[in-house]
Every structure is written in C-alpha cells, then in structure tokens.
C-alpha cells in the first residue's frame, strides 16, 4: 500500500465568496428545458416541474412525447464542470452495469456524450423512476440489513470502476481552538440578528453548550494516522438520495441518486455519517440505535470495513460534528436560510451523542 501526504479532514467551511446559488440560482426558463431536450431523442417537451427537494442543483421532472424524464441543471461550482460530471456519469453507468440501483444519465446529440449545454449552464438527462423516499425508521430490520448491504457493495464496486487511490498518511481534524473562536462569532451574530426569532434564541442557548462541550472534549481530538481506509464513495448518502420501489417491490432501493460528491474520502466515515441523517428522530436527533445496530453489522459483513474501522469513524465524525457549523455559517454569514430546518435537530444529535458516546460507538462496532 503506498501512502502520500496528510489531508484536511471534513467539516470543510462554506465558500463565504461564492453566491448562495443551488435552488436559489435563476430557474431555467421553459423555452431552454425544451430546447436542452431537442439533444436526446425524447421528442417534444410537454411539461415541467421543479423536483423541490436537494440544495446545491436544480432538477426538474420533464414530461415529453417519450415518456418522463429527470432532467438536472448542475449550478454547483464545487461540481458543476463537465470534466468532473462526465466522471461521475461514467461510474453510475459501470454501477448500473454491475446490476446495482443506479439510474444512469442519457445519451446525447453533443459530442460530450451524456452532457448538454445551454447559456452557460450543463445539463443531464436521466431515466425518471418511480418512487418515494423513506426515512430510516420507516424501514423494518431486514430493509435495515439490507441498507447496509446496498453501501457496502456501492463501495466495493467504486473501488472496482473508479481509479485506484493512493492512501493518504492521515487526515488533519478539526482545530477546536479555532472552532471556538467560530461558535463565539456566531453567537454574536444570533444574539444580534434582526428580526430576532425562536430559532436565534436557540442558536444562541445551544452554542453556549458547544463551546462547553469544545472545552470538555479537546483532549479528544483525531490524530491523523487512526483515520479508517481511504476508498471512493457516494459522499452523500442519505434518505433524499435513496428512492424506494412502489407496490411489492417498496422495501428495496430502487435508485441511488445525486453523485455530485462522488470521491475519496475514509470510507467508514460514509456509513457512520449516512446512519445519522437516515436513523434519527427528525425532532430530537437522537438516534435509533437499534436500527443502527443492524445496518451497521450488515455493512461490515459485506467486507467494506472491520469493526475496528467503524469504531475509528464513529469517533472521526463525532468529532466532525463537535466542529461544524455549516447550516449557522450559512445562515448569519450568507444569509441563507435553506438548512435552518435542520438546525435543531443536528444541534440536538450532538448533545446527546457526547452523553451517550459508549452506546453510538457500541451499535456501530458490535
């Protein structure tokens, strides 16, 4: 195994330079959705809706004389150039190959292949399929197991399609002392933000118990070298990216979505983070650790990672969590308001993770 330099380690701060863009870019007009679609052999555009769910692309469920269709807008700038997307095109359509949920995009008339552009932006065509997203209490133990199973062989066959990675020597973690002078800033902004709301006077009550928690667990920050294995992952593996068949087939994923992130990160830090957004109690965060238990030892026998692995990553991202204020920064630095829905129970999660570290790390690794 070779190993190279040491990297930065997630929670990467927004861009504070860039726009806030994703949904809130311009809406692509109607007369340009008709005209993209005249690259793919779909015939006339009959209607369109916007797909309201994600925050960093627009989508839009185009109805034409073929039938229905997924059309993306990439406005992203961490991933919208055509380089990167006709990379991530050419791993879906591998995965799809292998026999694995992934919807491939289309074809087009331009010689990319599978990307069309028009005024500036690119586009992509996608097979629309039909659905429902599911959230992680909804799924009974076996469709837990069987979750597991699905990220386990997704990372096992990007490492099959993907290029080889060289393993990096270790990744730097966050620096608390700079996190803290982060959450003091941003409790000056929500104590002085106008209109003040409920939503502030939270801000403000749980980054008062963050910088606590900071000072508590400083001790306990990641050397670089107990990072779990590098591979390529999905890199945003959650509830919205997963679509459950309808009728008799509603227990199974039916499509993996969204690859924007496709990447090499630790790959056990994948399944841990992608259990605590699929897993949680919407209100409090807090999570179902029995369902966790069981998706977490599916994952491992698939082969992705040991339990070892797992318990590294459960404390990597512990700790990722402990210093990321991303959904604040955008808030009272960007003014962008899109992730304050999830603030109170990510800030919740946190607060009872540091309480009930033994149990989290136990479920994962057992």
């Known amino acids: 195994m070779t190993f190279s330099q040491t990297l930065a380690c997630a929670p990467a701060r927004p861009d504070l330079s860039a726009p806030p863009m994703g949904t809130l870019s311009p809406p692509v007009p109607l007369g340009a959705l008709a005209e993209v679609l005249t690259r793919y052999r779909t015939g006339r555009l009959l209607t369109a809706e916007p797909v309201a769910e994600g925050l960093l692309n627009r989508g839009y469920l185009v109805t034409t004389e073929a039938g229905p269709y997924f059309l993306k807008c990439y406005v992203d700038s961490a991933t919208a150039s055509r380089p990167k997307i006709l990379a991530h095109h050419r791993a879906m359509a591998a995965l799809n190959t292998l026999g694995l949920p992934v919807a491939p995009p289309l074809s087009c008339a331009e010689r990319s292949g599978t990307v069309a552009a028009w005024g500036g932006r690119l586009f992509a065509l996608f097979p629309w399929v039909d659905g429902r997203h599911r959230h992680g209490g909804e799924l009974d133990p076996s469709q837990c197991d069987a979750l597991g199973t699905l990220l ?215």
């Open 152 to 366: 386990g062989q997704l990372h096992g066959a990007l490492d099959d399609v993907c290029a080889p990675l060289v393993q990096p020597a270790g990744y730097r973690s966050a620096d608390p002392v700079d996190s803290a002078a982060l959450a003091r800033d941003l409790r000056r902004r929500a104590r002085t933000h106008h209109p003040a709301g409920e939503l502030d006077a939270l801000v403000v009550e749980r980054l008062t118990e963050r910088l606590e928690l900071l000072a508590e667990h400083a001790h306990r920050r990641p050397a670089p070298e107990v990072a779990p294995p590098t591979g390529w992952t999905h890199g945003d593996f959650h509830g919205l990216n997963l679509l459950y068949g309808d009728g008799p087939e509603g227990g199974r994923v039916a499509a993996v979505l969204d690859w924007d992130k496709l990447g090499p990160q630790p790959r056990a830090e994948e399944a841990v983070r992608a259990a605590t957004l699929l897993f949680n109690d919407r209100s409090s965060g807090v999570l179902d650790l029995v369902r966790v238990r069981r998706y977490s030892q599916a994952y491992r026998a698939s082969g992705a990672a040991t339990a070892e692995h797992l318990a590294a990553a459960v404390h990597r991202v512990w700790w990722e969590r402990l210093n990321d204020f991303w959904m604040l920064q955008w808030r009272y630095q960007r003014a962008d308001h899109r992730a304050d829905p999830l603030y109170p129970a990510s800030a919740g999660q946190l607060a009872w993770w540091c309480q009930e570290y033994e149990q989290v790390l136990d479920a994962f690794a057992n």
